[in-house]
């Protein structure tokens, strides 16, 4: 049986250690003007930039750029939006559209952060395009400036739509078979590997923050907002729980600040688990109705398991909880239920489950579930997507078409032949 043991993955690589040092540093750079009140200059702005662009170098080729010389910001005019928005998160100033590079037609997915009530973003976009570009996931390019303006821009490749728009675009067929999902989550948790490898911890992984190109051979992670890094000194605050309720992990909702990649781990069962069903496993009203919802699931943890979240609140509740579950009966799992046999194979079924687990230090991390049989002894080859099976019919189609002229046309040569012997 392969070996599943969290605690036995391998030591990170040397071009890894660099792009999380280079990372922290630039995040520990950030929070000091974040703490001082001291506004960052355009000037400061395109020095960190330059820096960003070092640890994007790395995170590709291993080695950071050959020389360092003094560049300007890019500027945002030199990219032309098309068609409409692809995200908005209303509130937040957020607003992610489809662009062109004016010069090189590539297309790009540009992020800005608006300003509002004088407040700056420039070290939040600055801090998320430094993530950006260590993640290994969405391909990152330049971060843009408005010019005359303190309006900053994250620019990227331009993938594809994300998950959750090719779950919708699915139509009648929303869910997914276990082979599709097999093949998503292989990509997913290699790319997890990667991340957290470099000391990242998204905190927000959904289908929504994630992209799927052609047919999902190239599936990324997006939206590195919430995201911190295990090495800088400092962390910002962005209040909890961190992330969106229905993927976030207990140890979040407990408030454990401690928090690392295991939450990722988390999230990641928990759109595996919506890939195979349809919803998220746990859809609670708020956070302690959604705790409550995950130990319906999957038990009341005992008491060394509880201690094990390092919780700061809800400890009264969770001794109410776990009362009641006794005196229903134990306190059982009942996630095979959410996801019966028919549905996942006993070997899926045990990353699901090892995603799931409530305690951090028991939970399966990326590396360690992809040592599991249902990844080592499956070889995934059909591309994923709605969008595939569209074009295969209709290429399908046309064959038929063609077939169908062909006979025509034969038919009709056979007719004008025996007109003309009469």
Request: proline share 5%; hydrophobic share 40%; glycine share 10%.
């Amino acid at each position: 049986m392969a070996n599943t043991n969290p605690a036995s993955d391998s030591a990170v690589p040397a071009d890894t250690t660099a792009v999380a040092t280079r990372l922290a540093a630039i995040c520990d750079m950030i929070q000091a003007h974040r703490v001082s009140g001291a506004p960052i200059s355009a000037r400061r702005a395109a020095a960190i930039s330059a820096m960003i662009d070092d640890v994007a170098a790395t995170a590709a080729e291993g080695r950071p750029m050959a020389c360092r010389r003094r560049r300007r910001m890019a500027s945002a005019q030199g990219y032309k939006q098309e068609g409409c928005r692809l995200t908005q998160q209303g509130g937040t100033g957020v607003v992610v559209v489809r662009a062109r590079h004016r010069a090189t037609g590539r297309a790009v997915a540009v992020k800005s952060l608006h300003r509002r009530s004088g407040r700056s973003y420039v070290g939040d976009v600055l801090r998320e395009a430094c993530f950006t570009a260590a993640g290994g996931g969405h391909t990152f390019r330049t971060v843009a400036r408005r010019p005359g303006t303190m309006d900053y821009s994250i620019v990227m490749d331009y993938v594809g739509p994300s998950l959750r728009a090719v779950m919708v675009d699915r139509g009648d067929r929303p869910l997914f078979m276990e082979a599709e999902v097999r093949r998503i989550m292989r990509k997913l948790l290699a790319g997890a590997e990667v991340m957290h490898g470099r000391g990242i911890v998204h905190r927000d992984i959904r289908p929504d923050n994630i992209f799927v190109g052609d047919g999902a051979g190239d599936v990324k992670f997006c939206n590195y907002g919430a995201a911190k890094s295990m090495f800088e000194k400092d962390p910002p605050c962005y209040g909890y729980p961190a992330g969106t309720c229905a993927y976030v992990a207990p140890e979040v909702l407990v408030r454990n600040a401690g928090h690392g990649a295991p939450v990722d781990a988390w999230s990641l069962g928990c759109v595996m688990a919506e890939l195979l069903t349809g919803e998220p496993p746990f859809l609670g009203e708020d956070e302690t109705n959604q705790l409550f919802k995950i130990f319906d699931v999957v038990g009341v943890p005992c008491r060394r398991e509880w201690e094990a979240l390092k919780p700061q609140v809800r400890d009264d509740k969770v001794r109410m909880w776990w009362a009641q579950q006794r005196q229903r009966g134990g306190l059982r799992n009942r996630l095979r239920g959410l996801v019966p046999e028919e549905t996942l194979s006993g070997e899926g079924f045990q990353v699901l489950q090892g995603l799931l687990r409530c305690d951090p230090e028991k939970r399966l991390t990326a590396a360690s579930a992809l040592r599991c049989p249902w990844f080592t002894e499956n070889v995934d080859e059909d591309p994923v997507s709605g969008r595939i099976r569209v074009a295969k019919i209709t290429g399908m189609a046309s064959k038929s078409c063609s077939l169908a002229m062909s006979f025509v046309g034969c038919a009709l040569g056979f007719l004008r032949l025996k007109s003309l012997r009469l």
